[in-house]
């Protein structure tokens, strides 16, 4: 598919990022990666995908003129990364692809057959790998998995907002981002029995997709991907030195 949009998550969580100071550098979207910088890298390869418009959240000043160099659309953050994502998804239009600044090895391929596998009736799309998947393609790798009835499952900070409808999802987001103190709360808003299920383990990574669709009002789906390192992004300095390896591979 081409003509869609994408927009790059790139905002600031507050205090300082020990990757950033790890890596020596003003910002995480900032460090250098095979001589470019991981924003570099995330816009061109949503670009080689199809993308028509790339648009990426950050208020941090350096990382804007990193926009500007690459030709991208600068966006302002808001109170928290839902609303910043609602905002831009509003301004934007959908379809709408939405990734991360630091998901360093992001390759056109991957969103390509994301984009192809989506259901046709999906308003909001998630895509997500096997942790034997992930464990093949980067055995060192140190992830927090999310362990279901059918297996442990790993995201891969690639979504897909398809239409209006989508935005309902992130109302929900911003429900759980409220509670994000409270475990409990947050797996409340599925309701007390999707909560049992996951405790005692029966909760398939399907069905609690399509709860949490049901909650938001929207389609949801999720897809699987064959690719392991597309659950590889850089959230600590382990991951930085785990894909600096990787891009020395021959």
């Known amino acids: 598919m081409t003509g869609f949009k994408a927009l790059v998550l790139a905002g600031s969580r507050g205090g300082a990022d020990p990757v950033a100071e790890y890596a020596g550098v003003a910002h995480k979207a900032l460090i250098q990666l095979d001589g470019e910088t991981l924003l570099a890298r995330v816009v061109t390869a ?13 208020s941090h000043p350096e990382v804007r003129a990193e926009i500007a160099r690459l030709g991208a659309q600068a966006l302002d953050e808001a109170a928290g990364p839902s ?3 609602e905002r831009a998804a509003q301004q934007l239009g959908t379809p709408l692809l939405v990734t991360t600044a630091d998901h360093a ?9 994301f984009i192809s596998e989506l259901p046709g009736d999906a308003d909001v799309a998630v895509l997500v790998a096997k942790r034997n998947t992930v ?7 140190k992830r927090t998995w999310l362990k279901l009835a059918d297996g442990h499952w790993s995201g891969c ?15 929900l987001w911003k429900r759980v981002e409220a509670e994000r103190k409270r475990p409990w709360r947050m797996a409340w808003i599925l309701g007390p029995r ?17 709860r949490l669709g049901e909650v938001a009002g929207v389609r949801a789906a999720i897809v699987v991907t064959p690719y392991g390192l597309a659950s590889v992004d850089v959230d600590k300095p382990a ?8 891009v020395r591979r021959p």
Request: aromatic letters at 6%.
């Open 46 to 58: 949503v670009r080689a995908a199809g993308a028509s418009e790339v648009a990426v959240i950050s």
């Open 83 to 85: 609303l910043s994502v």
């Open 105 to 113: 090895l992001l390759q056109s391929v991957w969103i390509q057959r």
């Open 135 to 141: 464990e093949a393609a980067a055995p060192n790798t």
């Open 157 to 171: 900070n690639l979504f897909w907002l398809a239409n209006e409808r989508a935005l309902g999802i992130l109302d």
């Open 194 to 210: 999707m909560l049992l299920r996951f405790i005692t383990r029966q909760l398939a990574l399907r069905a609690a997709a399509q």
């Open 239 to 246: 991951d930085l030195d785990l894909v600096r390896e990787i």
